[in-house]
């Protein structure tokens, strides 16, 4: 097989570049966020309330349900970044597409709660974690080289709000007319079309000779992106918000119906949720300039502050339905702003060869402070009775992420005067040697 030359590949690139079909790759990647990041996980949310009921199961049992396959949806980033390099890219997009699919479709036909809870948290979850990574890599394949690469990066994280602005009154459609079973076939049959994406977004991924694959993985570069300080306190924060940071979507349903509520509230709720989420996503690229000078993680100490506010608004407003509506609409356009920043933040900490090892990293440690998150709120309600302590220990976390990057100002500020010093030092020293 011969090798083909630079200028062949160059032309080549050159040809993809002026053609539209990165905005294919790129559609099909927001596609992917719809389906992987919030679809199935806000389904489950709404859910949980019928299962919990039907089986008279523990709330942190359930619980398990949505963090496991959220958790291992984020959290397989690394191991999924590994099998690919061994296995191929288009495989595991179709295999773990068949496997997130067909495991809600068995769920449906189960009879043990233990079942479905390890079927959906752990099939869905790992199969769903392959399509998820291969949105973010194709992406940046796609628009290698362009100058707003980081827009578009930022940009098909608006899929996951657009998820969250669907799935409620969606599911509570389908949990009406068909119950929590039929709601699990339906569900199986949307996310099948992530075969059909994949398979679109393959056709029109840039030609095979453009590419550079690397089969190795070094444990080097896991740990250099930690010696970077903004990494660091970005994968920090990020944990903090994987634990509580979904409480909402997890959560919400269940705590409004326990007071009186009904689904319908509930699901409006998380409607205006989602229509802010998408809002948030959609602000974080324009403003992408502007937040991005000096740090991105510098705003967050605002962002994650207004975060805090809205978590707590619901326990300590719950009579107050206009009240729990504007707490939706901050928690949404906050959230959104931070999740959609992600791929920035990695982009402007780290070297470019290390950013899917950043890429990877970053959705391993979410993926697994969201397994932590979902099994520690059922079981703050089971012992306390109730889900305000749930609301207010994510009040508390937001506040920790925002003194983290002020800590991090701080101390940026403090290694840059050190270096402005040095530099003096260096200069004069040179200086007197000359003379």
Known sequence: MTTPSKGNSTLSRERYDKSNRRYVVFVGSLLIQVITT????????????????????????????????????????????????????????????????????????????TAIVLLVGVGGGCGFAFPLILSYVNTRRAFHGHESVNKFLSSITVGGGVGMLVTPYMTEFFLREFGWRGTFVIASGIFFHLILIGISVKLHLPPSEALTKSTNFKWSDQFAIFKNRGFAVYIFDLFLLGIFGFAESWFLPDFLVSNNYTKEDAALLLTVTGVFNVGGRILAAPLSSLLGRPKILYHWSYICLALAISHALYPYFLQFYPILVVASGLYGICFGLLISQGPLVILQSLPM????????????????????????????????????????????????????????????????????????????????SHL
């Not at 925002?402 to 290694?415: H, Q, R, W």
């Open 38 to 113: 919030t679809m199935s996980s806000s389904m489950l949310g709404i859910v949980y309330v019928d299962i919990i009921r039907e089986f008279e199961a523990d709330a942190s049992l359930v619980a398990l349900m949505q963090s496991l396959h959220r958790g291992l949806v984020f959290g397989g980033g690394v191991v999924a970044e590994l099998v690919i390099r061994r296995v191929g890219e288009f495989p595991c997009m179709m295999a773990g597409s068949l496997l997130g699919s067909l495991s809600f479709l068995a769920a449906a036909f189960l009879q043990s709660v």
């Open 353 to 432: 060869h290390l950013y899917p090892t950043g890429t990877a990293t970053e959705l391993t440690f979410f993926g697994v402070s969201s397994v932590m998150g979902g099994y520690i709120g059922g079981l703050i309600r089971d012992v306390t009775g109730g889900y305000e302590g749930v609301f207010y220990a994510a009040s508390m976390s937001s506040i920790i992420c925002s003194f983290a990057s002020l800590l991090l100002i701080i101390v940026d500020n403090i290694y840059k005067r050190k270096n402005r010093k040095d530099a003096y030092n260096n200069n004069s020293i040179s200086i007197i």
